[in-house]
């Protein structure tokens, strides 16, 4: 087990160091209390880290859920405007006299010579003409007519 005097094996003299006993070290004063001080301060820190983290791995998950929620209303709201806007402007367009003539005019000829007519295709070209500029002024990208009772 040691040498005699009392080192362990591969001491040099004069280098004490301590016997091993039942295969453990037999650690001095300062070392078994440098270990309870790492232990008693990091025990806690250790629980105070994890704590900080929950709570604040939650408090951003809450600001992070509210941005989106305040872009998503931002965009639901800007859409709806535009929404409104268009509304306004075929409202508009509907109420143009240009447009109530050439829808009437259009809708007369097609009861009268059909839509395979020289008539209609006049008077298509014509009204087409009108809304092609006003296609061009608003920024629209095409025009749909809807007139009502042609199947009557």
């Known amino acids: 087990m040691g040498e005699p005097g009392g080192l362990a094996a591969g001491t040099a003299p004069g280098e004490r160091r301590p016997l091993p006993l039942g295969g453990a070290w037999r650690a001095t004063i300062a070392t078994r209390l440098v270990w309870w001080f790492l232990c008693i301060a990091l025990v806690p820190l250790a629980l105070v880290t994890y704590l ?11 600001a992070v859920t509210n941005h989106v929620r305040a872009v998503a209303a931002a965009k639901a709201n800007q859409i709806e405007t535009y929404a409104r806007e268009r509304r306004r402007s075929v409202a508009a367009l509907a109420r143009l006299p240009g447009v109530v003539d050439g829808l009437e005019r259009l809708t007369t000829v097609y009861r ?41």
């Open 52 to 62: 900080l983290s929950a709570t604040s791995e939650e408090s951003l998950r809450k």
């Open 112 to 152: 009268t010579h059909g839509i395979a007519s020289p008539e209609f295709a006049a008077a298509d070209r014509q009204f087409r003409e009108y809304l092609t500029a006003y296609l061009r002024e608003s920024g629209y990208a095409d025009l749909f007519l809807v007139a009502d009772g042609l199947g009557e």
